[in-house]
Every structure is written in structure tokens, then in C-alpha cells.
């Protein structure tokens, strides 16, 4: 089993900034892509960014592409994701995700995840 534990999420004013933080535990080492997602009441969950194991490839929604900037630490078993420009549209619960070794991977989308926190709140208002 692996746990995720988000953190780093708040209130900003557009066009403010944030760096969400995302510490893995457990049985890490079975795990390899991870990625973070987004959802808002009566919505699907939206994958936002993603990053292969080897922590060169990532990949990005259209809607954020530009703005968010997807990292992880293997060291520290930690995955971050720095968003800035924020808007009102990106106010939703933001939770991180990971991938098992096994299976065919598809960056954003939420079925290629085995593993998931449980969520960090972001809110976008003037």
C-alpha cells in the first residue's frame, strides 16, 4: 500500500500563486508515475499534470499549460505542484495521485491511478 498526504492548498486572491506538496509513505517503490488532478462539485475528476517515473517527462492540461509546473523529490518521496497565474476556474479540491508499475499509464486519466490522497482545497477569489 502507498499513502499520499496533500498539503499546501488555501485561499489566494487571481493571479496569486501556490506550491502544492504531496508526501508519499509506504511501498513507494512499486509506484511510478504520479500525477495530480483537480475535481468541483457535480464535476469529473480532471487530471491537470503528470510526471513519468523518471521525472523528465510531464504533461499538462491545456487549461493550465503555461501556468502549472509539476516536480517531484525521489528523495524525499515527495511530488509537488507549483501553480501560478490562478484563476477563479481553478478553485476545486486538488488531490495527488500514483501509478503501479504494472498497467498501461495514461497521464490524465484518473482510471491509470491505483493510489490517491485525499485532497487539498485551493480557492480562487478577489
Known amino acids: 500500500q502507498v499513502q499520499l498526504v496533500e498539503s499546501g492548498g488555501g485561499s489566494v486572491e487571481p493571479g496569486g500563486s501556490l506550491r502544492l506538496s504531496c508526501a508519499a509513505s509506504g511501498n513507494t517503490a512499486s509506484t511510478v508515475h504520479m500525477g495530480w488532478f483537480r475535481q468541483t462539485p457535480g464535476k469529473e475528476r480532471e487530471g491537470v499534470a503528470a510526471i513519468e517515473s523518471g521525472g523528465v517527462s510531464t504533461y499538462f492540461a491545456n487549461s493550465v499549460r503555461g501556468r502549472f509546473t509539476i516536480s517531484k523529490d525521489s528523495a524525499k518521496d515527495t511530488l509537488y505542484l507549483q501553480i501560478n497565474s490562478l484563476k477563479p476556474e481553478d478553485t476545486a479540491m486538488y488531490y495527488c495521485?500514483?501509478?503501479?508499475?504494472?498497467?498501461?499509464?495514461?497521464?490524465?486519466?484518473?482510471?491509470?491511478?491505483?493510489?490517491w490522497g485525499q485532497g487539498t482545497q485551493v480557492t480562487v477569489s478577489s
Open positions: 495521485a500514483a501509478a503501479r508499475r504494472s498497467g498501461t499509464w495514461f497521464p490524465l486519466v484518473p482510471n491509470s491511478y491505483h493510489y
